[in-house]
C-alpha cells in the first residue's frame, strides 16, 4: 500500500459516510451541502487513485466529475425539495408533507 492508496482511503473512510449521512439526514439545505462535499471528496479520491496506480488518464473522471457534479447537485436539490422551487420556504413545506401523513411531531 503506498501513501496515495491509503490517502484514498482515508478519505473514503472518513468523508465519505460523514457525507453519506449528512445527504440521507436534515433539512434540504444540510443535505445540498453534503452532496457538495460528498462529490468533491469523490472528486479528490479519484486525483489521488491516479497517482498510486501511476495512470495518469484516470484523471480525466475526476475532471468529468467536476464538470457533471454542480449538474447533478442541482437536479438532488430539486428531487429533494419536492416542491416548486419559487416557494419561500422549502423546508417548512415538507415538514407540513410529514405532519399531513402522519409521521410529524
Known sequence: MTAWTAA????????????????????????????SLLSTVVGAVFLVLPRAYGRSSYQDLALTLAVVSPTGTLVFTRFVAGA??????????????????GEGP
Do not use: I
Not at 11 to 22: D, Q
Not at 84 to 101: H, K, T
Open 8 to 35: 484514498a482511503l482515508a478519505l473514503l473512510a472518513g468523508a465519505g459516510p460523514l457525507c453519506l449521512w449528512g445527504v440521507a439526514s436534515g433539512r434540504p439545505v444540510r443535505r445540498l451541502v453534503a452532496m
Open 84 to 101: 416548486d422551487p419559487d416557494a419561500p420556504d422549502n423546508g417548512a413545506s415538507s415538514g407540513a408533507a410529514e405532519e399531513m401523513a
